[in-house]
Nanobody, 126 residues
């Protein structure tokens, strides 16, 4: 059974940092692109970053480039660990953050993903 489970959300002051984690369990994830989205009430999910490949190809949305860092740990054959280091957080970063996986970066970027986590809340106070 394939599952994605995020953790690491919480409340932080503006200018602070958080690191989100995502555990992807199940077979076949080594070949998947993985990434992060976020969503605020009444708005569509916003693509943030993606990572794919052994020598990973990493992409970021302009809104988070230079502040957020995506990384991946595949040392455990049974699990993929995905991270999102978020620095210099601002109140506009407040959202539910989702981990996702897709066979291609293109489909992931368009939110046409095969798997989604349940989300973790990030709240940035001013």
């Amino acid at each position: 059974q394939v599952q994605l489970e995020e953790s690491g959300g919480g409340l932080v002051q503006a200018g602070g940092s958080l690191r989100l984690s995502c555990v992807a369990s199940g077979r076949g994830f080594n070949n998947y692109a993985m990434g992060w989205f976020r969503q605020t009430p009444g708005k569509a999910r916003e693509y943030l970053a993606s990572i794919k490949g052994i020598f990973p190809i990493i992409e970021y949305a302009d809104s988070v480039k230079g502040r957020f860092t995506i990384s991946r740990d595949k040392s455990d054959n049974n699990k993929n660990l995905l991270y999102l280091q978020m620095d210099t957080l601002q109140p506009e970063d407040t959202a539910v953050y989702y981990c996702t996986a897709s066979l291609t970066v293109d489909s992931l970027r368009r939110a046409q993903c095969d798997y989604w986590g349940q989300g973790t809340q990030v709240t940035v106070s001013s």
